[in-house]
């Protein structure tokens, strides 16, 4: 079945330590999303790309990096910059931006 | 600043009662409107999507939204819930083509059996 994977669905940092979450489809998108999930604040967009290669950041990218080297991979990392990084973090993808987004099952990334 | 705005944070409702959740945007161009749900312990789905067209849309189990442009809301409802419909509802639209969505910060609902 095509979807999306993140990995790892738990994960936790030491202060000052980067950490780099996985997000894999094989839907065939062009495009993929990172989000921030926190109780009532909804979604928000940390980083978006739209084609192989080339990334925006979003509303929250502070503290955050991304890589798309490859159109089926879209890691986050989450480096020590990112003061408080507790929380939930979802992936995305679409056909194009625009479209109805397809969800990973998200990682939640703890400190330690 | 493009925004949407949920405003029931947390609604409680008996099975069989009717639903209306709120969903509000800041803008007056093109938009495409979206509502999301996530189940407990599942990923967020797609409920339903408005592009152009009949403002009322149907979407999957039984939920239903209309587009009122004058008021600029994209309000989702049912007529009757169940108990299974206890989940997290997000609405989000997409301003003028643009490569990403906007997502409100989310209704949780609580169906009492």
């Known amino acids: 079945d095509g979807g999306i994977t993140q990995s790892p669905k738990y994960l936790f940092r030491k202060e000052g330590q980067n950490v780099t979450l996985s997000c894999e489809q094989n839907?065939?998108?062009?495009?993929m999303y990172w989000y921030r999930q926190d109780p009532g604040q909804g979604l928000r967009l940390i980083y978006y790309s739209q084609i192989v290669n080339d990334f925006q950041k979003g509303d929250i990218a502070e503290g955050y990096s991304v890589s798309r080297e490859k159109k089926e991979s879209f890691p986050l990392t989450v480096t020590s910059a990112q003061k408080n990084p507790t929380a939930f973090y979802l992936c995305a993808s679409s056909t194009q931006g625009g479209q109805p987004q397809h969800f990973g099952d998200g990682t939640r990334l703890s400190i330690l | 600043a493009q925004s949407v705005s949920q405003h029931n944070h947390h609604v409680i409702l008996s099975e069989a009662a009717s639903l209306e959740l709120g969903c509000n945007y800041s803008y007056g161009g093109t938009v495409n409107l979206f509502w999301y749900v996530q189940y407990p312990g599942q990923h967020l789905q797609l409920l339903l999507k408005y592009f152009s067209g009949d403002p009322l849309v149907k979407g999957i189990k039984g939920f239903e939204a209309e587009f009122i442009k004058s008021k600029f809301s994209f309000n989702l409802r049912k007529p009757s819930v169940q108990w299974s419909d206890t989940a997290e509802y997000f609405c989000a639209v997409n301003y003028g083509g643009a490569q990403k969505l906007v997502f409100g910060q989310g209704t949780r609902l609580t169906i009492n059996p």
């Open positions: 839907l065939n998108h062009d495009a």
